[in-house]
């Protein structure tokens, strides 16, 4: 944000005027050691254990934090000797720079961060508002509280106040009394300015619920089967205590809006429903029952109240990387598409899990990075605002901070959140010192929002970080507390805010590609992951064209396409090569799941035979629409008369074709058994074998001919002299009836073999003879 250039520090008010001239008196010594100090090395040149930094000044805890006439002001903290030798003589004291309130937000900035004491900066010591040490052995930490009543601080004008919380003391290396140690913190005073005329500032503050991924590639199903997990994680998080659950409790109470991610909510009803649990290393071939289906029910139930009468944005489902997408997918064909998907599943799911209304038309580019091409992804989704952040959309030299709202042509509306406010939180918040100080910053800059440009009301939207730790989230809704009971805050909803009257100063110019932060690019998605997503889409298209019921594979692979292209996988690259690659692995599972069952060598006796052919369907469902191709190596030798036969099997069965072959040659020849689609692509991995062809020769019928002709001479000689003997002795041998044998069925063309059902049947048998 732009700023108003620094102004001359105001004369003291009297108060403060009649503190310096006690100061001057009384104390002269010390001001003069801390003038010393002032015209001495640098802090920022200052060895830690010496000089002004012979202590750290750990403030914990400053209530109230927006003070009102009559009140006193509580400090307290942790006091540590840093140095080599012990403190005596020791106290806490308060301190405050001449020149009064501060004057820019940068200034709040920087006084936070400076470390060491200076005279010039921060000003003499409160009179009579001390808090008497006892001493402190090198090494050592003792507590400190300081009670401040606020008329003795002289807070005149309305304004944000820069506090130095110091130890003053004694040490073996600087027997006099001189500043050892710290803190600084601010007092934002209001005073009567709520009766002056001044407007307060709308803010609208983000609430984001999002996590990682957890459900298995192969695990998002709407069959019986239940859902399979990668892990358990989630269980914990939604449980007592876990971040998801403080998300809710910490917000139910507040004014925000949710910005949830429906893949987070669609995995949650999935483990009220029961679900399982992959074993080590992912497999879902070993699952175990999952555990959080009752912290899930409870969750879901607590999160549908907390939202209740609040706008709620619905992102992407998956909450997509627009970023990734638009550097390194916008020009793959079909990538942009998923993305539509992706909104259009978001806003569905919301809908189906908190009924009535919610909001999903916004892009979120991670961190509000925004450049021309993203902008052009995030329409084509659908968005038609986008939540940008003021470091990435700067506004120049502009004095104050401008409404948030700014129209980037085509019909979008940047939304700017405020990048001071949104990045308040992103440190660590394990320590009690930094929470107070980050709480109570985040209070001084919505303050001195206010008092830049008192009369002008101004809308601006506080973004934080997508996924904050427990610790962050309860800093944020303490901030989001104190400073919505302040005067001068209003808070609003995101879409009171989009709609704001956008400000003419303001800049409206979408960044370059250019200055889109490399830091952000190094965490994005290749290209190769929306090329991989594409050939997988592909392969799916492909194959459930087979199906009975596609919506069984078509939309778990929806999903976890989706998932595979969230913006979580930054915090973790490769999680998302393995995600992918558990997605390939899945459809090459399904695909293989209907094969034909492997052959050994066949032998053919004879001119013709029938070859059997049998394929396993190992889906749950049917399969139709395929063609099973049974493909001769030498045609010459054996040619196979219904090469091609449309087979349809039940889901977990079998089935057996029959393929009617002629033979023109001896010798093995190699054939292989395929099946197709009907758009003529493999529908899976085919199988070869040989057939040993035996066939009888000419010169073996003329030999087999030569010999049935002499056995019927030899039976017709028999027979005369059979005849003659009967008519010498008289005598008629009555022989019997004459049988003919009849021949076997070698099995027509096409016929299918009984259903097998659930059988798996083995390779067939070494030496398996053709049906002759």
């Known amino acids: 944000m732009g700023e108003a250039a620094q102004s001359p520090g105001k004369p003291p008010s009297s108060a403060r005027r009649r503190a310096a001239r006690i100061v001057a008196l009384v104390a002269g010594a010390t001001l003069l050691t801390g003038l010393l100090q002032a015209t001495g090395a640098s802090p920022s040149q200052a060895a830690a254990g010496s000089g002004s930094r012979t202590a750290s000044v750990s403030v914990d805890s400053l209530t109230p934090r927006i003070p009102v006439k009559g009140d006193s002001v509580v400090i307290s903290g942790k006091l540590t000797n840093d140095g080599k030798s012990a403190i005596s003589h020791a106290h806490v004291g308060i301190r405050m720079p001449w020149g009064g309130a501060l004057t820019t937000r940068s200034s709040i900035k920087s006084a936070a961060s400076r470390t060491g004491y200076s005279n010039a900066e921060d000003g003499p010591e409160v009179p009579d508002q001390t808090s008497a040490v006892s001493d402190i052995p090198a090494g050592s930490h003792v507590s400190f509280s300081i009670t401040v009543p606020v008329s003795a601080l002289g807070l005149d004008d309305a304004g944000v106040y820069q506090l130095g919380v110091t130890l003053d003391g004694r040490t073996k290396a600087e027997p006099t009394t001189h500043v050892l140690g710290i803190k600084r913190t601010f007092l934002p005073w209001y005073g009567d300015a709520v009766t002056s005329g001044s407007k307060q500032t709308r803010i609208s503050y983000l609430w984001p619920l999002t996590d990682r991924s957890h459900v298995a590639p192969r695990g998002d199903t709407d069959s019986q089967v239940s859902p399979i997990f990668m892990d358990d994680e989630l269980a914990t998080e939604l449980g007592p205590g876990g971040r998801l659950r403080q998300m809710i409790d910490l917000a139910r109470n507040l004014p925000v809006t949710w910005v949830v991610d429906p893949d987070l909510l669609a995995s949650v009803e999935f483990m009220t429903k029961g679900y399982r649990v992959a074993g080590p290393g992912g497999d879902v071939t070993k699952t175990t029952a999952g555990t959080g289906g009752a912290v899930a029910k409870q969750w879901l139930n607590d999160l549908k109240i907390a939202v209740a009468g609040e706008q709620v944005i619905a992102l992407p489902f998956g909450d997509t990387d627009i970023a990734s997408l638009a550097h390194h997918g916008r020009k793959i064909p079909g990538a942009v598409g998923h993305l539509k998907t992706a909104t259009a599943l978001g806003l569905a799911t919301t809908q189906t899990i908190f009924g009535g209304s919610q909001t999903a038309d916004v892009a979120w580019p991670v961190d509000g990075a925004i450049d021309p091409s993203i902008v052009s992804v995030a329409r084509a989704g659908g968005a038609k605002r986008i939540i940008a952040r003021s470091d990435t959309f700067g506004d120049g030299d502009l004095s104050y901070t401008p409404n948030a709202a700014r129209p980037i042509g085509g019909g979008t509306t940047a939304v700017v959140s405020d990048a001071i406010l949104s990045t308040a939180f992103t440190g660590d918040m394990d320590d009690p010192q930094k929470v107070d100080l980050a709480v109570q910053s985040f209070i001084a800059q919505t303050l001195m929002i206010t008092m830049e440009a008192p009369e002008k009301q101004r809308t601006v939207v506080v973004a934080p970080q997508r996924m904050p730790t427990a610790a962050q989230a309860q800093a944020m809704a303490q901030a989001i507390h104190y400073s919505t009971t302040a005067p001068w805050v209003s808070p609003v909803s995101f879409d009171d805010a989009a709609k704001a009257h956008p400000d003419a100063h303001a800049n409206r110019k979408v960044p370059s590609s250019k200055a889109y932060p490399s830091s952000l690019r190094k965490q994005e998605l290749p290209a190769e992951a929306f090329t991989w997503i594409e050939s997988i889409q592909e392969h799916l298209n492909d194959f459930v064209v087979i199906l009975t019921s596609p919506d069984h594979v078509t939309v778990p692979f929806r999903n976890a396409v989706l998932r595979s292209m969230s913006d979580s996988w930054r915090a973790v690259p490769s999680g998302s090569e393995d995600y992918r690659n558990a997605i390939g692995d899945y459809l090459t599972g399904l695909i293989n799941a209907v094969h034909i069952i492997p052959k050994t060598t066949l032998t053919l006796s004879g001119r013709s035979g029938t070859i059997p052919v049998t394929v396993k369907n190992e889906l749950g469902q049917p399969v139709k629409g395929l063609t099973l191709r049974l493909t001769s190596g030498t045609n010459i030798r054996l040619k196979i008369k219904n090469a091609e036969q449309p087979i349809a099997i039940e889901g977990g069965h ?47 019928m003329l030999i087999i001919g030569a010999g049935l002709l002499l056995l019927v001479l030899a039976g017709v000689r028999i027979y005369r002299q059979r005849k003659r003997r009967t008519d010498v002795d008289g005598t008629d041998d009555d022989g019997g009836e004459n049988e003919e044998a009849n021949g076997t069925d070698p099995g027509q063309p096409g016929d299918p073999a009984t259903d097998t059902g659930q059988e ?9 003879k053709v049906d002759g």
């Open 654 to 700: 079998t089935r057996t074709l029959k393929f009617q072959t002629t033979a023109n040659a001896n010798g093995t020849v190699k054939v292989s058994a395929a099946l197709f689609t009907a758009k003529g692509v493999y529908a899976s991995t085919g199988v070869g074998f040989e057939v040993h062809i035996n066939k009888v020769t000419d010169l073996v």
């Open 760 to 768: 798996s049947p083995e390779p067939s048998p070494t030496g398996e």
